[in-house]
């Protein structure tokens, strides 16, 4: 199939380079054309604008945020403007706003094209393992026609809805779940860690009882180990999707109290400690507002 691919940060590079090994003839574009490099090694074609990009059948973005998706969608040489080089269907998996997902689907249909929404749970390792959940919506028939695409790079494929806001709402609710477990679990290592307890002995009976999900083990090692750099997923994305959960609660009339505490820590974590980390350093914002290290 030919494939356009735009975004070749963290996620989108190792999710492009799934499609490149399956085969596919993969045109790609990002805004840093360095970073093609190593894709165009491996078969990939370099486009020279969002536009050639989109020239096949099916083009995906996976870009940082709303900003950047409006860029490769709406300008003059991007996917929708350039009428002549739509693809049929255009797959977002960037976490954007619930919004723009519904201002793309308009869009399009109105263009001729088919919009999907399938944000991806999983950091930039499961990316490259082809271990991503991915949630789909959208038309089942342009649904059917990505699947086999999806398969590529995810172990999980949720088809949920024909809306493709749907599945930008269930990344925004899970989004906020992780960053609500990373402050639960800050705040009870810190308690433990202040009261005399190994926070590694927590973890080790917590993770191997009521809370043996993934994400407790995952976000409790690198809290345990305070690995915040490289960032997995840095602070600033953390901050950027807590915002984009704000404003769909604001529509949908939703008080959440939560996501005022947490969008504070992020945002604390970023004034003292800079735009490269993990955001699960909101744990050091935890522990400093209990002395520790005073
Ligand atoms: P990233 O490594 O920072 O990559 C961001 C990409 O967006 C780069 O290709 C960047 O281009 C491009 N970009 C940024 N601003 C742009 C603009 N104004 N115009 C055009 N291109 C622009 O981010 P990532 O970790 O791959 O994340 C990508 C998306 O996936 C985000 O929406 C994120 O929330 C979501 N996500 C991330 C994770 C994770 O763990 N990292 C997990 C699930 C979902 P340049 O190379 O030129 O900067």
Known sequence: MKIGFIGLG??????????????????VWNRSADKAAPLVERGARQAATPAEAAEGDIVFTMLANDQAVER???????IVRAK???SKI????????????????????????????APVFGRPFAAQAGKLAVVAAGPNEALDACEPLFKTFAQHIFRVGDAPRLANVIKLCGNFMIMSAIESLAEAMTLADRSGVDKAALLNVLTSTLFAAPIFKTYGEIILHEEFEPAGF???????????????????RVPMPFLGVVREHLLATLARHGDAVDWSAIAKIVSDNSGAGR
């Not at 996620?11 to 492009?16: D, K, L, R, V, Y």
């Not at 490769?72 to 991007?78: K, Q, S, W």
Request: no cysteine; charged share 10%.
């Open 10 to 27: 963290n996620m989108g590079g190792a999710i492009a380079g799934h499609l490149v090994a399956a085969g596919h003839e993969v045109t």
């Open 90 to 117: 255009h797959v977002s998996m960037s976490t954007i706003s619930v919004a723009l997902a519904e201002r793309l689907t308009e869009a399009h249909a109105a263009s001729g094209g088919t919009f999907v929404a």
């Open 72 to 78: 490769v969608v709406f300008a003059e040489d991007g």
């Open 234 to 252: 840095a602070a600033p994305l953390g901050l950027k999707d807590m915002n984009l959960v704000d404003a769909a609660a604001q529509s949908a």
């Open 84 to 86: 002549t080089h739509v």
